[in-house]
């Protein structure tokens, strides 16, 4: 049973830091294309950052460039997100998500694309 499990959500200032962690379990980690994307309340779930559990350049969006950093780390079958200078339009719910390789290979994060998702963890960053 395929499994992803976030956390590491919480309630920060405008300006503060979160790192989200999703362990994956029950399917091969290694070889998938890990993304994590976000939802707000009443907007549509969002394309944060992806990156090929095998290396390569990760994909960022415009929104969060230089602000977001994506990481792994294979023994532990866990994909990370470091969140810093937070804003408050960062606020919403994060998820974690696992997809064939080629979606990677997308230029864009379409949420379709990507088979497998976790719960969510809720970032709330406020004013």
């Known amino acids: 049973q395929v499994q992803l499990v976030e956390s590491g959500g919480g309630s920060v200032q405008a300006g503060g830091s979160l790192r989200l962690s999703c362990v994956a379990s029950?399917?091969?980690?290694?070889?998938?294309?890990m993304g994590w994307f976000r939802q707000a309340p009443g907007k549509e779930r969002e394309g944060v950052a992806r990156?090929?559990?095998?290396?390569?350049?990760?994909y960022y969006a415009d929104s969060v460039k230089g602000r977001f950093t994506i990481s792994q780390d294979n023994a532990k079958n866990t994909v990370y997100l470091q969140m810093n200078s937070l804003k408050p339009e960062d606020t919403g719910m994060y998820y974690c998500a696992a997809g064939s390789v080629e979606v990677c290979l997308s230029p864009v994060m379409n949420p379709m694309l990507y088979k497998f998702w976790g719960q969510g963890t809720q970032a709330t960053v406020s004013s």
């Open positions: 029950g399917y091969a980690y290694d070889s998938n294309c």
């Open positions: 990156m090929h559990t095998r290396g390569g350049g990760p």
